[in-house]
């Protein structure tokens, strides 16, 4: 049966949309207006001024920490990065050359200091019987030299005398250097050399003492000039009977000795160069044998004394003195020889050297390398702070070590370099 239309006609009769009450609009509020109908309003929070005073605050520390990361980001990633390439040519080095230790620039000379070490190595011998025999008393003395600047050359077996009237020789010349003066003081001349006993026996095993040259009587000023001063006590003399060693036994074990000796020597002289070069063959030992003497158990103890004296070069100077020598074109400037340690050095003048005043070295280099100007990269740095990107060839052109380079500067946009020298890294290749 159809419904009539009045049976969906709500209670109270009919209404229109118009007639639905609307609820009063919530509005904003500032100061202290207080929305009364927003409490009212279905799934609407009020909320009161200073809570949202608080979160506008908090937003501004946010903004702010953001903006402190930004600006340290910035500035740790902002800078530059300058990466040179050095001059840097390879030589052959085939040269003879002159050191020098009494001058300190390089010209006609190359400059060196002497590293002088001292030491013993001893060894015990089983003795292989006994027999007679003669030995002489033996030890090391100081010649001076205090007549004159000039040097004096004494001839092997001079002799030596002390005030007992004891003689001793010294087994090979020597050349006294002459007097100097230092500091406004006058200074004798000196040189180190053994001496053995005129005769054997254990008469002349004595203490320390003085000598003179009896050849120089003759000439009292010369003869009071030269004098010499004992460095050890002379031992080792002696007659009779003793254990025995057979001489080639001895000479093998004097031998390994004296090797020993220069190893340990040459060692302690690289120590105390430091960062100065001492090349393998760049010394100059000197040995004194001790007589051998009978111990306990029927033993020889067997011992060499040596006195070694190492060429220390600075290995700046030695480069510039090579590179000036090796290459074509060379401004003098400073370089760094790579493979100086690789060169072989010969020692021209072996046989005189120590005799003779001055200090004058004889040498002969062989070998490759590779001279590379050195850069003062703090300096470069200096020069950089604070110049516009396009100055950068100009700046660069004044350093003769640099062969060419290339610059980066963050962020890109910036077109000149940090004030602070610190914000520019030097990478440097060759």
């Known amino acids: 049966m159809p419904r009539e239309m009045n049976d969906v ?49 908090l937003w501004g520390v946010v903004v702010c920490v953001l903006m402190g990361l930004g600006t340290t980001v910035f500035f740790s990633l902002s800078g530059a990065t300058v990466t040179v390439t050095l001059k840097a040519v390879p030589v052959e080095v085939s040269l003879q050359g002159t050191a020098l230790a009494a001058t300190t620039t390089v010209g006609a000379y190359v400059p060196y200091r002497e590293v002088v070490t001292e030491g013993v190595e001893e060894v015990l011998l089983e003795s292989e019987g006994e027999k007679r025999v003669e030995r002489k008393a033996s030890g090391t003395i100081i010649v001076y030299n205090n007549f004159g600047s000039a040097p004096q050359r004494l001839i092997k077996n001079t ?3 002390t005030p007992d009237g004891f003689m001793y020789r010294i087994p090979e010349s020597i050349i006294v250097p002459g007097r100097k003066t230092d500091g406004g003081k006058t200074l004798p001349g000196s040189v180190e050399t053994p001496v053995f006993a005129d005769q054997a026996g254990d008469t002349y095993n004595i203490g320390l003492t003085d000598f003179t040259i009896p050849g120089f009587k003759t000439s009292p000023e010369r003869f009071a000039g030269f004098y010499a001063r004992s460095k050890t006590e002379m031992t080792g003399g002696f007659v009779g009977m003793a254990p025995f060693v057979s001489p080639e036994k001895l000479a093998n074990a004097r031998s390994a000795l004296r090797a020993a000796l220069q190893s ?3 060692t302690k002289a690289r120590a105390e160069a430091g960062e100065d070069l001492v090349f393998d063959s760049g010394f100059a030992l000197r040995t004194a044998s001790v007589p051998e003497e009978a111990v306990s158990g029927g033993k020889m ?79 470069l740095a200096r020069s950089l702070a604070g110049k516009p990107k396009t100055e950068t060839v100009a700046v660069v052109s004044s350093f003769p070590a640099i062969e060419r380079s290339q610059v980066i500067i963050r962020p890109f946009w910036k077109k000149a370099f940090p004030s602070n020298p610190e914000r520019i890294i030097i990478k440097v290749s060759h």
């Open 301 to 379: 103890k067997v011992v060499e004394r040596g006195t070694l004296t190492a060429f220390a070069f600075s290995r700046r100077t030695l480069a510039a003195y090579i590179a000036e020598r090796s290459l074509l074109r060379y401004d003098g400037a400073a370089v760094i020889l790579e493979g100086l340690d690789t060169l072989s050095f010969g020692f021209l003048n072996k046989v005189d050297y120590g005799k003779g005043a001055g200090g004058t070295l004889l040498f002969d280099i062989q070998g490759k390398g590779t001279v590379v100007w050195e850069l003062d990269e703090a300096a």
């Open 159 to 161: 002799r030596f005398e």
């Open 264 to 266: 340990t020597l040459l």
């Open 9 to 57: 006609i709500p209670p109270g009769g009919r209404r229109s949309i118009r007639s639905v009450p609307i609820p009063p609009r919530a509005h904003r509020w500032s100061g202290s207006d207080e929305p009364e109908e927003a409490a009212s309003l279905p799934g609407r929070v009020a909320q009161s001024p200073r809570r949202l005073g608080g979160r506008w605050i």
